[in-house]
């Protein structure tokens, strides 16, 4: 096996190419933040909650999303209500064994969903078939839709109210740009709530 080391400047091209996907999306991206944060903070100033749902790295970054909401991101606050579909295990393999995959998060949307919650529906690609069952049963029910994907929102694009694409030619430059997205919603909403 051969030693493909890589060098200091390649290395900084990388990280480059990354800085420039953050840059991008601040650039085409702060106004959908910032009305996802508005419709996110006045449904919690309602008695609603936020839902979040992701396949893979993006069920990471639900769980993430909730623990800043539901903890503390910045500053202390009373705990605000947002919880990651992604993180219950028997209800998960028990949807999954019994009715298939793609209705692991829309199953859950009918069980937990109110006219005054939000649904956060993350897709870097914008095609993941349980996170679009899960805007379609979220829209059904009165929730509003946000999405977070890649810079083509695919199909999840036409069931959001607010649809905020973080720039990225690859997969994992997508996910940087949508952690720096994820942050930035976290922030606006502790300054609205």
């Given at each position: ?8 400047a ?8 990354s ?26 100033k309602k ?8 396949n ?10 909730a ?47 109110n006219k005054?919650?939000?649904l ?6 914008g ?45 994992f430059r ?17 300054k609205?709530?």
């Open positions: 096996m051969k030693n493909k080391s890589i060098t200091e390649q290395l900084q091209r990388e990280l480059l190419k800085a420039q996907a953050l840059v991008e999306t601040a650039e085409t991206s702060a106004g959908e933040i910032i009305r996802a944060a508005g419709l996110i903070a006045g449904a919690f008695g609603g909650k936020l839902l979040i749902c992701g893979g790295g993006s069920a990471a970054d639900s769980q993430h999303i623990a800043e909401l539901v903890v503390r991101f910045l500053k202390e606050r009373k705990a605000l209500p947002a919880m990651a579909l992604t993180t219950d295990s028997s209800v998960l393999t028990a949807e999954a064994n019994d009715h298939g995959f793609g209705t692991v998060f829309s199953r859950q949307v009918e069980a937990l969903g005054e919650d939000v956060l529906a993350i897709s870097t690609s095609r993941s078939p349980n996170v679009i069952e899960a805007a379609k049963a979220a829209k059904k029910k009165g929730l509003i839709v946000i999405g977070l994907t890649g810079p083509v929102p695919g199909a999840l694009g036409k069931y959001c109210r607010v649809c905020i694409k973080a720039a990225g030619d690859k997969t997508i996910q940087e740009s949508m952690l720096m997205v994820e942050h930035a919603l976290c922030d606006l909403i502790e609205r709530y």
